[in-house]
């Protein structure tokens, strides 16, 4: 008796075991499931009979989706043997995407990628460098010289790890309607810019001159804004300084906080993102916008194309015309990636002269690709026509912005974006402001130059 | 040998006799947490110690403390941000405990629509920090909300924006996870409130007590546990709320609605600071610790009065 108990706890005992064995075994199984996904997600082989997937990243998912599903159709049809597994991702997190990704050993075997973050991803080794698969490429010599230029100059060793797709540059958007109804003609100077900007405001109907970024984003415009103004020949001068923090910067950074303090842009535009300051132009608030060519389309399809316009951004006290040359987007390819050969024919294909037209043409910015420039639509965008003639005017000077800086986001958003709204609500001087804002770029240079020579 | 053999059959049926089962049903959990809070804090101890910033790898490596003194002696931006935090902390949670307890013992009473009064109270609590930020952004936004009304009511030309002040900032953020907050309290309170015993209140007003005698010694007093319990919690979530405040405000303007945990997703989102990210972790789980383990303590917490 008391044997057939003990089998019958042995049984009972032996189900439980197995039970919990077979639960544990369920549970390692999810997370062997788990990982195993992961490591495919860089895109390895796919399937058998020598086909390839690679996993590539949009970095402006959803508004620039249609575009890229059109282009890697076309791709997979005249390669065959190679699928593009499209992701795309909001721009706003597309960096902290890329660096999870390195981080966690699978980042896609090619992605968009932009100047502002292009060093961080170089340092960390995450990249393959380009050269020699360009300079043995048909694309050799059909890529925009300047636009190669930017992408060496922000790679700390001057290798290209970006591919230029499009670039786009400032524009400054304003109501034409407006404008005529108050006799005004296009500001092409400052100091037009700041008189219309008081021509133009008329609080009681909610009507102002201008509307303002005063956050996400606020200090790259303004840093471009105050470069228009002041026609700096360099970022830094001869010593390494930054040439920033002049009291003529000064002067201009108060100008423009001043616009807000006296009510010429409306009282939210302290904490204006990219959307908000679009949706006020669009809807009728403004009368002057800072933006890129990125947004002409948005403009169209608000207010049609009679009563808005885009010029270039106006000339300072100087007189002397400035470009400033945004920095690159483009695919780049990652060095963990183990189908680079096919991923390389994904970024030629994506920047030959027919498919780089038709997305630049969709997205309504300047193509890479030479042969694309000059189709017959880029003339028909007064405002990228405008910026253009700009650049390849012989007096104008070009200037970047020095994206190749490690702490350039960390100065722009983390330290400068909210004193940049203190200037705003009177907290800070200007000077004080640019006086900073100068001694950490300068700092951030040298400290620059130590690490990678130069 | 008889005796060996003994010895052996014993020790056999001591070993028959381990019960492993328990140990296997909890080794899944167990590796579980390991995996998943155990692994993960202690590499924020691990890269507390450690400059780590993906930008700049040249500077990579062993720090000891030097991340804690530059946060304590060189950072002005975590003092700032850990004084919003108590203030934003000690606001919100003694508003929503006060509120909560308020609406709780409303609809603790008997009165026709209690259902659905009750519905309309615990509501806002089903909603998600991200779509509370995008009702209230609709709601400050000048085009949208408060301008518009201040226009179509001829008080202004709608250019009222809340969020452009710091004041105004703090203000508007607090009423917004306020209206999100008080459902909270007042779920847990009014179950609370319905255990407590009839006879009590009887034998107050026996005793002559008047009602706010009652509410002070009868109903607060058995409602201690929880409310110690509640605001515990909830000072906890609330020093950790990143979602409403990232989205309404972005922590500005001006930094003045940035609290601590805000600042640390700026140093791994934006800097990519692992490593001081890490230690200003450290810091706020300590100060946590460090707050809870007193206000356990002060308030004496599940000890019989």
Redesign the interface.
């Given at each position: 008796m008391a044997g057939a108990q003990g089998r019958g706890w042995w049984t009972t005992?032996r189900r439980?075991?197995t039970g919990?064995?077979a639960?544990?075994a369920v549970?390692l199984g999810l997370?062997a499931g788990c990982s195993s996904g992961t490591a495919s997600g860089s895109g390895s082989a796919a399937g058998s009979g020598g086909k390839v997937a690679i996993t590539f990243w949009d970095d402006n998912g959803g508004v620039r989706t249609p575009a890229w599903q059109k282009i890697i159709s076309d791709f997979e049809k005249q390669n065959p043997n190679i699928t593009v597994n499209y992701v795309g991702v909001g721009s706003s997190s597309i960096e902290?995407k890329y660096?999870t990704a390195?981080?966690g050993g699978s980042p896609p075997d090619v992605g968009m990628v932009s100047s502002q973050y292009l060093?961080?991803l170089v340092?960390?080794k995450a990249l393959v460098p380009l050269d020699s698969m360009y300079s043995s490429s048909p694309l050799n010599g059909k890529i925009d010289q300047a636009m190669l230029k930017s992408a060496r100059t922000d790679a700390p060793d001057g290798k290209l790890y970006l591919m230029p797709l499009t670039t786009t540059f400032d524009t400054l958007y304003y109501r034409t309607d407006w404008f005529k109804k108050a006799g005004l003609s296009a500001p092409t100077t400052w100091a037009d810019f700041f008189k219309d900007a008081k021509t133009l405001t008329n609080?009681?109907?909610?009507q102002f001159g201008f509307t303002l970024r005063?956050?996400?984003g606020g200090t790259l415009q303004l840093l471009d804004a105050l470069l228009y103004y002041t026609a700096p020949k360099s970022f830094f001068d001869g010593s390494g300084q930054a040439v920033i923090g002049s009291s003529q910067a000064a002067s201009f950074v108060q100008q423009m906080a001043d616009l807000y303090r006296n009510?010429e842009t409306?009282?939210?535009?302290?904490?204006n993102g990219y959307q908000q300051m679009v949706?006020?132009f669009d809807?009728g608030?403004a009368a002057m916008m800072q933006h890129n060519l990125g947004s002409y389309s948005n403009h169209v399809k608000a207010l049609g194309t009679s009563k808005f316009a885009g010029i270039s951004m106006p000339i300072g006290p100087s007189g002397t015309p400035v470009q400033v040359f945004p920095g690159d987007n483009g695919p780049a390819i990652f060095a963990k990636s183990a189908h680079q050969a096919a991923a390389w024919k994904f970024v030629e294909f994506a920047d030959s002269a027919t498919e780089n037209s038709y997305w630049n043409q969709q997205a309504q910015q300047v193509p890479a690709n030479t042969d694309a420039q000059s189709q017959s639509w880029v003339k028909q965008n007064a405002a990228m026509e405008n910026t253009l003639q700009r650049l390849d005017a012989p007096n104008t000077i070009v200037i970047e912005d020095p994206h190749y800086l490690?702490?350039f986001?960390?100065i722009m958003?983390?330290d400068m974006?909210?004193?940049w709204?203190?200037v705003?609500?009177g907290?800070m001087t200007a000077q004080a402001f640019v006086t900073k804002w100068a001694a950490e770029f300068t700092t951030a240079q040298q400290?620059y130059k130590s690490?990678n020579g130069g | 040998m008889t005796h060996a053999l003994t010895v052996d059959a014993a020790t056999m049926q001591r070993r028959r006799k381990f019960n492993y089962a328990p140990y296997l049903l909890l080794g899944p959990t167990v590796l579980l947490l390991v995996a998943f809070i155990a692994y993960p804090i202690a590499t924020v101890f691990y890269y507390s110690l450690q400059h780590y910033n993906v930008t700049e790898p040249w500077y990579n490596g062993f720090a000891g403390l030097g991340n804690f003194t530059q946060l304590l002696f060189r950072d002005s931006k975590f003092w700032s941000s850990l004084q919003f935090t108590a203030e934003w902390v000690v606001g919100e949670v003694s508003l929503q405990l006060i509120l909560g307890l308020a609406l709780a013992l409303v609809v603790n009473e008997t009165f026709r629509g209690r259902g659905l009064a009750r519905a309309i109270v615990f509501a806002p609590w089903a909603i998600s920090g991200v779509l509370t930020t995008e009702i209230w952004l609709l709601i400050y936004n000048p085009v949208t909300g408060l301008g518009k009304l201040e226009r179509l009511l001829g008080l202004g030309n709608g250019n009222l924006a809340p969020l452009a002040t710091t004041h105004g900032a703090f203000l508007s953020a607090l009423v917004a996870e306020l209206w999100r907050g008080i459902p909270f309290f007042a779920i847990l309170l009014l179950a609370d409130l319905q255990s407590v015993p009839q006879e009590l209140y009887e034998a107050a007003r026996v005793d002559r007590a008047n009602v706010f005698h009652r509410f002070r010694y009868v109903t607060l007093s058995h409602l201690k546990d929880a409310i110690v319990l509640s605001t515990l919690l909830r000072a906890v979530w609330e020093f950790n709320n990143v979602d409403l405040l990232y989205t309404l405000t972005g922590g500005g303007p001006a930094d003045s609605t940035t609290t601590l945990p805000l600042y640390i997703a700026q140093e791994a989102t934006i800097s990519h600071n692992f490593g001081y990210g890490a230690a200003l972790t450290v810091a706020a789980f300590v100060i946590l610790l460090a707050f809870s383990g007193l206000y356990l303590r002060l308030t004496r917490f599940g000890q019989e009065r």
């Open positions: 005992r439980g075991i919990v064995t639960i544990g549970l997370v902290q660096n390195i981080a060093a961080s340092a960390q609080s009681g109907a909610n005063g956050g996400a009510g409306p009282q939210a535009d302290i904490n949706s006020e809807q608030e490690p702490e986001g960390t958003d983390v974006a909210p004193l709204q203190k705003l609500n907290s400290n690490h | -």
